[in-house]
């Protein structure tokens, strides 16, 4: 994606733009991102490489209006690109901001339920892998146990590390919805609860402000066994798509934290 390329497209996007810089941002490994400024305003253009994101860019247009994320300006779903309002900040530090979990609690709620995520369906995937077959006695047993749960379910980011929640001056902001879809809120949860390396106490707090911003309490069950056994999960799918694509430093770090947690099962 050159300069010339970048200016045609935004060119097709409004044509009174004036590009002042462009620049490629290294953060994402799914897809191609790129900070584009004009006079007045930031853009971010991204290039999605592995699937058209229907649902989560319909999805972001509901939740710009509530100041949750971005919105997107123009798509072109041909050539697999959109271009979003750009968000200025760093990535989140804490992630027990009661306006982040205000933020997530809407999210949740959001009326448009599609297919369920199949969590063991994206396990599958990586069946044959040496990682998956190590962790293979703790996967099936936080398997069975999340099946003996009822599920929690509600319209999810499933991609909710402390890198795609962005910070600043006005707020904590959410980005990247290539993999919304509904799924059972604990995997949202358990996201929040590795990435950000939350304690005993602190997903405690994290369950209980959490509960406590729903519009019904009594639909959500706060159970410390089951965000553990969901975030064994969504540890094994980290380590196992980091791996895929030889993040090895990333996989060292997400082992360690596993092994940690695994104890507690």
Request: hydrophobic share 45%; charged share 20%; glycine share 0%.
């Given at each position: 994606m050159n300069f010339d390329k970048i200016s045609a497209l935004f060119s097709a996007f409004n044509p009174q733009l004036v590009i002042t810089h462009s620049e490629r941002l290294h953060s994402g490994l799914s897809n191609d991102n790129f900070l584009i400024r004009t006079s007045h305003h930031a853009y971010l253009l991204k290039v999605y490489r592995e699937h058209w994101p229907v649902i989560g860019l319909t999805a972001q247009l509901k939740f710009a209006e509530l100041s949750i994320c971005s919105r997107p300006l123009w798509t072109d779903q041909t050539q697999r690109i959109a271009i979003f309002e750009y968000i200025e900040g760093a990535t989140a530090q804490s992630g027990?901001?009661?306006?982040?979990?205000?933020?997530?609690?809407?999210?949740?709620?959001?009326?448009?339920?599609?297919?369920?995520?199949?969590?063991?369906?994206?396990?599958?995937?990586?069946?044959?892998?040496?990682?998956?077959?190590?962790?293979?006695?703790?996967?099936?047993?936080?398997?069975?146990?999340i099946n003996a749960f009822e599920v929690d379910l509600g319209f999810c980011h499933n991609d909710l590390v402390k890198e795609n929640i962005i910070e600043n001056e006005t707020g904590m902001y959410l980005i990247d919805f290539e993999y919304?879809?509904?799924?059972?809120?604990?995997?949202?949860?358990?996201?929040?609860?590795?990435?950000?390396?939350?304690?005993e106490k602190q997903?405690?707090?994290?369950?209980?402000?959490?509960?406590?911003?729903?519009?019904?309490?009594?639909?959500?069950?706060?159970?410390?066994?089951?965000?553990?056994?969901?975030?064994?999960?969504?540890?094994?799918?980290?380590?196992?798509w980091y791996s895929a694509r030889n993040v090895e430093d990333k996989v060292t770090t997400l082992r360690a934290q596993l092994d940690n947690l695994i104890i507690k099962l």
């Open positions: 027990l901001q009661p306006q982040l979990i205000s933020k997530l609690v809407h999210l949740h709620q959001y009326s448009v339920l599609t297919e369920p995520m199949d969590i063991k369906h994206e396990l599958e995937y990586y069946l044959a892998t040496p990682i998956y077959q190590h962790y293979l006695s703790n996967i099936e047993h936080a398997l069975a146990r919304a879809k509904s799924n059972d809120v604990y995997f949202d949860l358990a996201a929040l609860a590795v990435s950000f390396k939350l304690n997903k405690i707090d994290l369950l209980t402000v959490y509960q406590n911003k729903r519009s019904n309490r009594a639909a959500f069950q706060h159970s410390m066994d089951k965000l553990v056994c969901f975030e064994v999960i969504f540890l094994v799918l980290c380590i196992c």
